[in-house]
């Protein structure tokens, strides 16, 4: 039995772009230096995450519903290149005042936390 190789001619639909990520990552360019390093990381079924490191330091993300949207998106971006989380990147990474507490959502504001459970409390 023989395989075909050959090109059929149809091609394979790429993904497009999210335009609302786009809009996003677009502004956080402009608002944080004028350039930035893109992080692309599957979270599980709520999709991929777009982290930012804008050329001032400062921390932003977009999440998207896939792999394929995600590079489509940071690709439609002039000024914005793709990098894992090497050295450099962590190192310049500049968290805004607050950034922690955003990040840690109700709990950040909590004065008083229940007694541990595995018995070190």
């Known amino acids: 039995m023989s395989v075909d190789t050959k090109d059929s001619g149809a091609s394979t639909p790429s993904a497009a772009a999210a335009p609302h990520a786009v809009a996003a990552v677009k502004k956080f360019v402009a608002e944080h230096g004028g350039s930035a390093t893109a992080v692309i990381q599957p979270v599980g079924y709520a999709g991929v995450r777009i982290t930012l490191v804008g050329a001032d330091g400062v921390l932003?993300?977009?999440v998207v519903a896939?792999?394929?949207?995600?590079?489509?998106?940071v690709a439609a971006v002039d000024n914005v290149s793709t990098s894992g989380w090497v050295r450099e990147l962590?190192?310049?990474a500049t968290p805004q005042q607050g950034h922690w507490r955003k990040m840690a959502g109700w709990v950040a504001h909590q004065t008083r936390f229940p007694k541990a459970r595995n018995g070190l409390g």
Request: glycine share 8%; no cysteine.
């Open 90 to 92: 962590v190192s310049a």
């Open 60 to 62: 932003g993300d977009q």
């Open 66 to 73: 896939d792999l394929a949207t995600a590079n489509a998106t």
